[in-house]
């Protein structure tokens, strides 16, 4: 009885809606449709965050294991802006990675590796069969902490 009315006293306090309480919530609410990667049983908490992706483009595998190799091994500490409410991208062949940052005033960098950490994640988990699949969406993290989408898809496709 203790707990119910300790609950009730956090939920009727008035709380000021913050940017990171409006990011946290649309994130909970996006896991319900999440995957775990069996490639990657040491991620599995990162891998929760998977989502494979179904538009009308179709991406070469090959192109997205190119594009995350690029990424991890190509100045992989550097450092690339990403101001809010914001998109970065790189390209190779038919493979598109977008970093996207949807907080409202907070701006982070995102390195390489992140970046491609996440497309390595998406093509183990997403594209497991064939040497085409649509892509996928990992959450990755920024230096500064903040969460961002980091979408593989077709390079013929805008980052939205």
């Not at 939920?11 to 000021?16: F, R």
């Not at 449709?33 to 490639?39: R, Y």
């Not at 990657?40 to 594009?67: E, F, G, K, Y």
């Not at 183990?124 to 989408?149: A, E, N, P, R, V």
């Amino acid at each position: 009885m203790m707990l119910a009315n300790t609950l009730l006293s956090i939920v009727a306090a008035p709380l000021p809606l913050t940017e990171a309480a409006v990011i946290l919530t649309a994130e909970v609410a996006m896991t319900e449709d999440t995957i775990t990667s069996p490639v990657n049983s040491t991620l599995s908490a990162r891998a929760s965050s998977l989502r494979c992706l179904h538009p009308q483009q179709s991406v070469q595998v090959a192109d997205i294991q190119d594009l995350a190799t690029y990424l991890q091994n190509d100045e992989p500490n550097k450092l690339e802006y990403v101001s809010h409410q914001n998109f970065i991208t790189w390209n190779r062949g038919t493979a598109k990675v977008c970093v996207h940052n949807f907080y409202l005033t907070e701006n982070t960098h995102v390195s390489h590796w992140e970046a491609g950490w996440a497309v390595q994640s998406v093509k183990d988990g997403c594209c497991s069969s064939g040497s085409t699949c649509y892509g996928g969406i990992q959450t990755g993290h920024g230096d500064s902490g903040l969460s961002l989408d980091i979408e593989t898809h077709s390079a013929y496709e805008t980052c939205a």
